[in-house]
């Protein structure tokens, strides 16, 4: 269902602007998408060529909510009616022998929210603006830039993106500043009896990489994790360090390289207590890693720490396997 309060059409032009434009929930009262003014420009002249093109779409301050349930999220239905070949716009335009083109698209100061009702998990993201050349029936390249800050905590997000459509690749320029970390606290609640997890991200890196395959990948520049704390609450530390700093030449799993400028890490912590029964690991865990096990054997959950810690085994079990170097690495007064 879409609602709004008013539109303004010229059928002249090919323009179209709807001031508080609305999409619903399927069969539901709640939004899934609003937006305060939403523009379509249709070039009526490429008409005449066989061309049905939208040649700028812009939303002003757009919400947008992404709820996740199990393996489904609250557009999958959107997904499923406009991925049969008999609804999709572009196969229907096809069939009449015309080419699409959806051009300039703009995105202005947007706010989109993520939740997880399986694993409680609620994050958010503000400020958003993201603007893209588009697509184009005769390229095969789309190009998108973007830049958002975090709607909880600290820091911002600035990146290019240029995706191959046809091979599913792509290219992407990432700047991070000051980026917490503390939706990693929601996922580890899921994964914990207690504790306390704070961390802040930088990074300034290169990567290209193919969508269907994770380990074919390419990465070049700088991450720093700083702050980082995890323990039994926001005072008392089981394991910290100031920072950990990582300067890539190349990284890259499939072709076997990992090639390090530096890695350091400074005041790395870590403290380990015995009980009479269990430690301070398996207090937090649970028993052998009891709650880890119990949420890897939910295949209905995604919890994005287990995701993470499997990627990483994923690519470091290639390490000692592959052609690696360290320039130089250091570590300064440790604590443990």
């Not at 890695?263 to 880890?292: A, C, H, M, R, W």
């Amino acid at each position: 269902n879409i609602t709004l309060d008013w539109v303004y059409v010229n059928p002249f032009t090919g323009y179209l602007n709807a001031h508080n434009f609305n999409v619903h929930e399927f069969e539901s009262d709640g939004i899934f998408l609003q937006t305060k003014n939403l523009s379509i420009n249709i070039s009526l002249l490429k008409l005449f060529s066989n061309t049905f093109e939208i040649s700028e779409l812009t939303l002003v301050q757009p919400i947008g909510k992404i709820i996740q349930s199990t393996n489904k999220f609250n557009f999958t239905d959107i997904i499923n009616k406009f991925s049969k070949k008999d609804s999709s716009v572009i196969d229907s335009l096809s069939k009449d022998g015309m080419n699409f083109n959806l051009l300039d698209i703009e995105i202005r100061d947007g706010e989109f929210h993520y939740r997880d009702s399986l694993t409680a998990v609620n994050y958010f993201i503000k400020n958003a603006n993201i603007t893209s050349d588009g697509y184009r029936w005769d390229k095969d390249t789309v190009g998108v830039k973007f830049d958002f800050v975090s709607g909880i905590g600290s820091g911002n997000i600035k990146g290019d993106l240029r995706i191959h459509t046809n091979k599913s690749t792509y290219k992407l320029a990432l700047v991070i500043n000051d980026f917490s970390l503390n939706i990693i606290d929601q996922y580890l609640k899921d994964l914990t009896n207690y504790g306390k997890f704070a961390a802040i991200l930088n990074a300034d890196i290169r990567s290209m990489g193919d969508f269907n395959d994770r380990l074919n990948t390419t990465l070049r520049g700088a991450i720093s994790i700083s702050d980082f704390h995890f323990g039994k609450d926001a005072k008392t530390d089981f394991a910290s360090f100031e920072s950990l700093h990582l300067a890539i030449n190349e990284l890259s799993p499939k072709k076997m390289i990992f090639f390090y400028d530096s890695i350091s890490l400074v005041k790395p912590y870590f403290k380990y207590e015995k009980y009479d029964e269990l430690d301070n690991i398996q207090t937090i865990f649970g028993k052998d890693g009891s709650n880890i096990d119990a949420a890897k054997a939910d295949p209905a959950k995604f919890n994005l720490v287990i995701e993470i810690a499997n990627y990483i085994k994923m690519v470091s079990q290639r390490f000692f396997q592959s052609h690696f170097k360290i320039d130089r690495l250091a570590l300064y007064k440790g604590d443990i």
